[in-house]
C-alpha cells in the first residue's frame, strides 16, 4: 500500500511522471482529488481564497458533469485542473481501450493535458499511451486526509513531516475527507506559509 509518500519502485516505474518538482524551489503544489462536488470543493475554493493560494484539482469526468457550476468556479479563481479519469477507474481492472476511453471521455468535460491515474496505479501500456498525449502528474506527499483512521491532526502532521521543497501534496475534495479538511487545510496552510513556502500550480 503506498502512504504518505511514494515508494522508490514507482518512480522508477512511471519515469516521465512528475513526482516532485524543482527541489531547489521552496516551493510546493497543492491538489486534489476526485471532486468537484458540493459538500467539499466550496469548503476549499473559499480556504484557498482566503489565503491567496493556487492549487490544481485532479477531477472526475462524470463529478464535472453533474456539478458544471463548481467546475466553472474553479477555473474562474484560477486554479488548475487536471484529468482524473470519467468515473475514477483502475488501471489494472481495465484493458488499455476501455482506459483510454475513459480518460478521453473525462477531458470532454475538463479540458486538461494534466491527468493523475486513481490510486496512482496504470498498466504499462495505460502509462504509454497517456504519457504521449498528457502530463503525468504524481505525488511527493499523500495526507491520508480519506483514511477514517486519521483525523484532522494527523493530516496536519503528515503535512509537517514529509512537505519540503517541491513536494506535490494531495489532499481529497471528497465525503471521506472534508470533515478532515476543515482543520487541517487552513491549518496546513499556515503552516506552510509560516515555513517560507510559496504555493504553485503547474503551468
Known sequence: MIIEQPAIYL???YPRAYWRMDRRQRAVYLTFDDGPIPEATPFILDTLAHYGVKATFFMVGDNVRKYPDLYQRIRAEGHQVGNHTHNHISGFRHSLHDYSYNVEKANAYIHSHYVRPPHGWMRLDQYAWLSRKY???MWDVVTRDYSKWMTG???????K????????ITFHDSLKSIDKLRYALPASIEWLKSEGYEFRIFQ
Open 161 to 168: 513531516r514529509y512537505t519540503r521543497p517541491g513536494s506535490i
Open 11 to 13: 518512480r522508477w516505474l
Open 153 to 159: 491532526e494527523d493530516v496536519l502532521r503528515n503535512v
Open 135 to 137: 502530463k503525468i502528474v
